[in-house]
Each structure stands twice: as C-alpha cells, then as structure tokens.
C-alpha cells in the first residue's frame, strides 16, 4: 500500500515535472520571439533613427550651402557698397580740400585788395557807406566831400546836421598790422603781440591826425570828426590800448589831441539813428510851428473878416436909418398929396404919433379902396 501511494507520488512528481518543463519551453519560446520582435523593432528604430540623421544632415548640407552662398553675395554686396562710399568719400574729401585752396586763394585776394592803395576804394569805406545809406535818408548826408577849398583831399562821407553844418566820417583798416596782432595770438608770442597793437594805435594816431588837419574846418564842419572802424574786433583793440607810459586811452588820447573819436560798427549806428530821431524831431517841430503860423494867419484873417462883418453891420444900420427917414419923408409927401386932392378934409396930425399913424393907416385903405 505504501509502496503504492509512493509509485502515485512518484506518477504526480513527473507529470508535475513534465508540465513545467513545457511550460518552461513555451516561456522560452515565447522569449524567443518577442526577442527576435523587439530586435526587429530595435533594427526599425535604427534604421529610421539613420533615414532622419540622413535627412537632417543633408537638410543641414542644403542649408550651409545656401548660407555660403547668400553671405558670398552679402559679402559681394557689402564690398561693393564699401568701395563706392569709400570711394564717395575720397571725391568728397578731395572736393572739399579744393575749396579749403580756393577759400585760401580768395582770402589772398581779399588781403590783397585791402592791404593795396585804394583805388576804387576800400572794404571799409563800403562798409561805411552801406552803414550810413541803410540809417539816414540821402538829404542828411553827401559822399566824398571837400572841406578846404585849396586842397584836393575829399573825406569819405559828411552828415548834414542843423544849418547845413557837416560832421566828417573817413573810415580806416590797416590790414596787415591788425593781422600781426592775431599772428601773434596764434603763436602766444607776447612781445610780438604788444609790438603789433602799438603799431596798430600809431597808425590810427597818424590817420587822426591827417583827419584833423584835412577835414576839421569850423564853422563850416563840427568841431569833431569821426574815424570808423569796420569790424567789432578791430575796434575793441582800440578801445582796449592803453599808452605803456601814461596809461593812457588810445581813443581818449585821440579825442583829446585831434578832435577825433573813434567808432565801431555798433557805436556808429547807434549814433546814426539818433541823428536821425533828431532830424525827424527838428522836422516835427519845424512841421509845428509851419502849422502855428497859419494858425495865426487864419486867427488875424477870422478878426479882420469878424471887424468887417461888425462895419457892415454898422453900414446896415445907416442904410436902414436912411430907409426910415425916407419912409418918413415919403408919408409927408402922401399926406400933401391928399390935402391937395381934398382941400375939405382936416390935415391929418402927424403920422408918426399914434393918432397920426391910423389917420394914415385909414388914407391908404381908401386909396385902396
């Protein structure tokens, strides 16, 4: 019995045996094939992992191919651009060193007719006549005026003041010594720069003195002359000198000496428009006392036609006495008239009473009648 149910146990033992060996084989198998699967699909992956590595590298090829070729032609482009700027910029550089020569050459020429003898005359005295043209009417001033009969010396411009008195104006600009000024500026040389301003105010001294001598006449001129200078700075260095020893003003030491005053362009017009404000006063006032002297014609004319107008009446007043009495005279002819014509009848009582008058009154009615 026994032994039996060990032959059963034994039976079970392999049949349990045989039942997971196949199964064991059925999980192998299985294995297998979903090895060989995943592999398939791995080699799957693979191969389409390399189809899009393919496409993206020639995508990456016909991109880089296409930037080559655009940035040749940008780079064509920008080179191109480049050498036309550049090239406009060397046209450009060498148009405007032409006119940094022919600006040169000009200011050669402006120097050149300044600092030459006047012959159709100066910048400054053109300066001077557009100043005085642009600020006065023509009548208040006359241009190149002799002021001595036995000299041949005519001063620039004269402005007419009241009775026909003249104020003379001559214009100066030595050039080349005011030039020696900035010269030395530029170079910082001090010396230099205080040996041209000296030259620079003896050379207005020797033109006030020439104004002095040749245009200065009383009465015929002002006691005074004008001496323009034609640019600001010009005149600042004048109004700035001092004589070394005496510390004196130039321009006070010129006024002082030679009856000269020096001006600028700014002191000029100004005293040129107060001329002028003073010549349209004086015409004002002229205006008014033209106008206060018909005012007083037309007063004596107004007394002399109210006199007469009083004489006429008076005139009127003896006609009209004359009327009355030959009013009177003709009403005592009437009243003899009628005692003739009718003897019977009384005499009428005189007619100018009361009485005399209806007496009268009543007649007339019956000639009337």
Not at 214 to 220: A, C, D, E, L, T
Not at 228 to 242: V, W
Not at 338 to 359: L, Q, V
């Given at each position: ?18 039942f ?27 191969e ?25 032609s940008?780079?064509?482009?920008v ?6 700027a ?29 600092a030459?003898v ?16 642009d600020?006065?009417?023509?009548s ?10 036995d ?27 005011f ?32 104004v ?10 002002t ?10 700075s010009?005149?600042?260095e004048l ?27 700014n ?13 349209q ?27 007469n ?16 009495s ?8 009437n ?29 007339d ?5």
């Amino acid at each position: 019995m026994e032994s039996l149910i060990l032959i059963l146990l034994l039976i079970s033992i392999i049949i349990i045996g045989l039942f997971l060996l196949y199964k064991l084989s059925k999980a192998l198998k299985n294995f297998d094939i979903e090895k060989e699967n995943k592999n398939e699909e791995i080699n799957s992956l693979k191969e389409a992992l390399n189809l899009q590595i393919n496409s993206i590298s020639s995508s990456l090829n016909t991109q880089m191919t296409n930037m080559s070729s655009s940035f040749n032609s940008l780079s064509k482009d920008v080179t191109r651009d480049m050498t036309q700027a550049l090239t406009s910029v060397n046209e450009k550089v060498s148009a405007f060193n032409n006119q940094v020569e022919n600006l040169n050459e000009s200011q050669k020429g402006i120097n050149q007719i300044l600092a030459g003898v006047k012959k159709y005359g100066t910048l400054a005295e053109f300066s001077l006549g557009s100043l005085i043209k642009d600020l006065l009417p023509s009548s208040q001033y006359s241009s190149n005026v002799k002021m001595k009969e036995d000299t041949g010396e005519n001063v620039e411009f004269a402005i007419k003041l009241q009775d026909g008195i003249l104020v003379p104006v001559d214009s100066h600009f030595p050039v080349e010594r005011f030039k020696a000024i900035q010269d030395a500026h530029q170079e910082d040389d001090k010396k230099a720069m205080a040996d041209a301003r000296t030259k620079l105010a003896r050379a207005f001294k020797e033109k006030a003195k020439s104004v002095n001598e040749k245009y200065i006449v009383p009465p015929k001129t002002t006691d005074f002359a004008i001496v323009y200078a034609p640019t600001e700075s010009l005149f600042l260095e004048l109004a700035n000198y001092q004589d070394p020893t005496t510390k004196e003003l130039l321009t006070q030491e010129i006024m002082k000496k030679y009856k000269v005053t020096i001006m600028g362009p700014n002191n000029l017009s100004g005293y040129l428009q107060s001329l002028h404000m003073g010549f349209q006063s004086l015409r004002i006032k002229k205006h008014a006392s033209e106008i206060y002297d018909h005012l007083k014609k037309i007063s004596t004319r107004f007394n002399m036609h109210f006199n007469n107008v009083l004489v006429l009446r008076k005139k009127l007043e003896e006609a009209m006495s004359v009327v009355d009495s030959f009013g009177k005279d003709a009403r005592a002819i009437n009243r003899s008239i009628d005692s003739i014509k009718n003897p019977n009848e009384d005499d009428d009582p005189d007619p100018d009473s009361p009485s005399g008058a209806s007496n009268y009154e009543q007649v007339d009615k019956r000639k009337v009648s």
